[in-house]
């Protein structure tokens, strides 16, 4: 079973009340934070924090960085990222390598960075392609069906804000801006599509969106040295850079390395991101430039955005012929690669 015992997918209110609860009930350990922009419909953004003596704001720890959810219909990157945070904080104190990883880093977990798509995404989530529902006898007609699939965000217009609900209406699921094409890193090149309707729209500039403002002033405020951003699907661990013609990066053989690792746990392929193919403006090709921190995008799973809620338990424990060892221990190996590469020796004792 998952860390949490959970087997549904979370809601939205689902992953903020676990976060909070999580916060409460380890106050020494755990900080809840929000980002410092609501989304497009006005919702917080939330992460945690996790480390021993959480409240230090002078520790100088390097910093893990998870994120999930920048695809909205990418449920189990949320959910990986939200268990990978539970088991932290279950097994801190009894186990020895987890507490000695959280004496020496600050774990930072944003399960959820395209709230209002996920939103949109999750709560259309059971009533995939059913365009009627029968309620005992009356037949309610959907006049949304499909947004489950939805991956941007709800910008639906360059410059304007969406009025309430207005994600949900009938083919906005094809606005927004790809939240994965709107980082400053190598923004508006190959692989983003410059059209409000394309499924990979970079956004009218460099982090003209709230979720990209938000993960930059948060990389820009902490020591991130190692980053994973988690996606689904294909079984792939992916490494910086996301576009061919930039060719390798100068950390390209201890990032190739790093990758191996991981990848020999989850059993998935270890690749450049513009293996899979062409992509500007994403999390780790900014992060990475920005602060030589490394970073991965991880494709969880074979074949589906959200597969039956068990295959998303074989992501993370193991078990499932294609799942490897799960991505528990490829996480771990990240966790370890942040704790060894303390950047900052300003701090003694
Ligand atoms: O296209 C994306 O943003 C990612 N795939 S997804 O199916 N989850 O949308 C892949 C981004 C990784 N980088 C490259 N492929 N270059
Ligand atoms: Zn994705």
Known sequence: P???????????????????????????????????????????????????????????????????????REWPSGELSMEFAVDLVKNFGSDSRITGLLKKTRVIVVPVVNVDGFHQSRTWGDLVDTREVDNGGTVTVLANPGNAYKRKNCRLVDGTTPPPDQCYAPYNRYLGVDVNRNYGGLWGGAGAGTSPADETYRGAGPFSE??????????????????????????????????????????????KDLGGRMAAQNGYQNLHGYELYDT??????????????????????????????????????????????????AFLIALENAANSQTHSLVSG
Not at 51 to 57: F, K, L, P, R, Y
């Open 2 to 72: 998952l860390p949490s015992g959970r087997d549904t997918y979370r809601t939205l209110n689902d992953y903020n009340r676990d976060m909070a609860a999580l916060a409460a009930d380890h106050p020494k350990l755990v900080k809840s934070i929000t980002l410092n922009h609501p989304s497009l419909e006005g919702r917080d953004v939330k992460g945690v924090e996790i480390s021993d003596n959480v409240a230090s704001t002078t520790d100088g720890k390097p910093v893990f960085l998870m994120l999930g959810v920048h695809h909205a």
């Open 280 to 329: 500007t403006g994403t999390t780790e090709d900014w992060s990475y430039g920005a602060t030589g921190g490394f970073g991965y995008t991880f494709e969880i799973g074979p074949d589906e955005f959200h597969p039956p809620f068990s295959e998303t338990v074989a992501e993370y424990v193991g078990a499932g012929d294609h799942a490897g060892k799960g991505n528990r221990e």
């Open 210 to 255: 709230p979720e990209t403002q938000n993960i930059r002033e948060l990389v820009s405020s902490r020591h991130v040295t190692t980053l994973i951003t988690n996606h689904t699907f294909s079984n792939l661990v992916l490494r910086p850079p996301g576009v061919r013609k930039t060719g390798e990066t100068v950390d390209e053989a201890a990032m």
